[in-house]
Nanobody, 125 residues
């Protein structure tokens, strides 16, 4: 059984940083791993993704230059380093993984097979 477990959320002041981790178990290979977030009353939105083999990354325009996604292969873990946090970055952050290849890419949450339980990020102004 595949499990994704997020950690690292919390309360931070605007301009501060947080580091989210997603530890995967039950499977040692995924095609893409991504982070999504959801604010109250809003749809879940794409934040960042990384391909498992090549390590290529992709980001939402709203976080480019501030967030970095990386993978620690030995630990089956994906990291999201978030810097210069803004109030708009607040929400529940979810780790997700694609267990097969999807032709249409990585931005659509419906194309992810596995999800974590989410971790809350709160940004105070």
């Amino acid at each position: 059984q595949v499990q994704l477990v997020e950690s690292g959320g919390g309360l931070v002041q605007a301009g501060g940083s947080l580091r989210l981790s997603c530890a995967a178990s039950g499977r040692t290979f995924f095609y893409v791993m991504g982070w999504f977030r959801q604010a109250p009353g809003k749809e879940r939105e794409f934040v960042a993704a990384i391909t498992w083999c090549a390590g290529s990354t992709d980001y939402a325009d709203s976080v480019k230059g501030r967030f970095t996604i990386s993978r620690a292969s030995a630990k089956n873990t994906v990291i999201l380093q978030m810097n210069s946090l803004k109030s708009d970055d607040a929400g529940v952050y979810y780790c997700a993984a694609q267990g097969k290849i999807y032709a249409s890419g990585k931005y659509d949450p419906s194309l992810y097979d596995y999800w974590g339980q989410g971790t809350q990020v709160t940004v105070s102004s």
